[in-house]
């Protein structure tokens, strides 16, 4: 079973508008984390933002912000005023288990984020 | 310069050759792990290291042979490889999650790899 779901395969947004990637994750433990990378045609995946099951807020992260719905297991990435730079695959992925301190987590199938000029 | 180097960026081998991945990561990480990311897959965990000991093995075949050699350096060994193996590798370290840091991994740009 998919453990992280990107429903969204590609996603096309007008500069300076602000768009919304979905995530929805399945896990039976209490405790998890949740992160989102972004991936440029360089391959490098660059780590956005992060929140745990545990926080009370929506984490945020200058034009990134998180909206976590613990209930509906979902975590939505949202992306304000879109630049073109933002351009780029997006992976929603969820800490799956601990082992000795090193983190194993697990990804989507990702969305590719295209801003038009 | 990123935190995390890999070299080579790009390697196309045959079925028969052997090569090496190298990746090496300037952070003072004790964890660091090897992903393959095939296109139109989520990126696959293969192999996870933490202080030098190899704490995760994610059903890779055998013709995968990491290496560890210190908590700055991380090896992956190819031979025999099949057509099917050609994918980007990326390489990922992180500091251990053992407080209350999040623990995010730090990927390097990846090793593209095309097997003939």
């Known amino acids: 079973a998919q453990k992280i779901t990107q429903t969204q395969p590609g996603m096309f947004v007008q500069e300076k508008e602000a768009v919304t990637l979905d995530c929805t994750y399945d896990?039976?433990?209490?405790?998890?984390?949740l992160f989102w990378y972004k991936q440029p045609s360089s391959g490098e995946m660059i780590f956005l933002i992060y929140?745990?099951?545990?926080?009370?807020q929506n984490a945020t992260e200058g034009r990134y912000s998180l909206n976590f719905q613990k209930a509906r297991k979902s975590a939505n990435l949202v992306i304000s005023a879109s630049q073109l730079g933002d351009s780029a695959m997006y992976f929603c992925?969820?800490?799956?288990?601990?082992?000795?301190?090193?983190?194993?987590?697990?990804f989507g199938q990702g969305t590719r984020l295209t801003i038009n000029p | 310069e990123t935190g995390v180097t890999q070299t080579p960026r790009h390697l196309v081998m045959g079925m028969t050759n052997k090569k090496s991945l190298k990746c090496e990561q300037h952070?003072?990480?004790?964890?660091m792990y090897w992903y393959k990311q095939s296109a139109k897959k989520p990126l696959e965990l293969m192999f996870v290291?933490?202080?030098?000991?190899?704490?995760e093995n994610n059903s890779v075949p055998s013709r995968f042979s990491p290496e560890c050699p210190n908590s700055s350096h991380l090896f992956l060994h190819l031979h025999t490889l099949q057509p099917e193996d050609s994918a980007l590798y990326l390489c990922?370290?992180?500091?251990?999650?053992?407080?209350?840091?999040?623990?995010?991994?730090?990927f390097g740009e990846g090793s593209r790899l095309t097997v003939l």
């Open positions: 990922a370290s992180s500091q251990g999650r053992w407080g209350g840091n999040t623990g995010e991994l730090f």
């Open positions: 896990t039976s433990d209490p405790s998890y984390g």
């Open positions: 929140q745990g099951s545990y926080d009370q």
């Open positions: 992925a969820m800490r799956e288990a601990i082992i000795q301190g090193a983190q194993k987590l697990v």
């Open positions: 952070l003072g990480h004790n964890a």
């Open positions: 290291y933490s202080l030098e000991e190899r704490v």
